[in-house]
């Protein structure tokens, strides 16, 4: 699944949570630390709203089945007993590339990724357009 066209670029947003909220009681006990260290760490570049807990619970919550589905197939392998001696694609493949796909995709809203920091309004930098190119002035 793609998306078209360009993507939105994070700004800081005025009036973001300043104090962290509680973890989630449905996020697994295994992952409470991923939680927080994305949720601080958008707290920390001024990008963490109340809208937002709902994409960092999805993001962790494809964090815990990727390691569930690849537990499975480190434990079962890529291929399981189908019945009568046919061999088929153990359904833990299907959840780990689906998950890949869902962290993949929210690691780069969020601005979890390399390339997603490297942009200056992701990194809290709230200069803008306008900063950047005053940067080319300045020796």
């Known amino acids: 699944m793609s998306t078209r066209g360009r993507k939105a670029d994070l700004k800081v947003i005025e009036g973001g ?14 992952m409470r630390q991923q939680w927080l260290d994305v949720v601080e760490d958008l707290r920390g570049r001024r990008m963490l709203t109340e809208a937002m807990i709902g994409s960092v619970d999805a993001y962790v919550m494809a964090m815990w089945n990727a390691r569930k589905a690849q537990a499975a197939l480190d434990l079962y392998g890529v291929l399981i007993d189908g019945g009568k001696g046919v061999m088929k694609q153990n359904p833990a493949v299907s ?16 601005g979890l990724t390399p390339a997603s920091r490297s942009r200056p309004k992701t990194r809290g930098d709230d200069r803008g357009d306008e900063g950047q190119q005053n940067d080319l002035f300045n020796f």
């Open 17 to 30: 949570l300043e104090d962290a909220p509680d973890v989630p009681t449905h996020i697994p006990e295994d």
């Open 95 to 110: 959840l780990l590339g689906k998950a890949t796909s869902t962290i993949q995709r929210l690691a780069a809203e969020l």
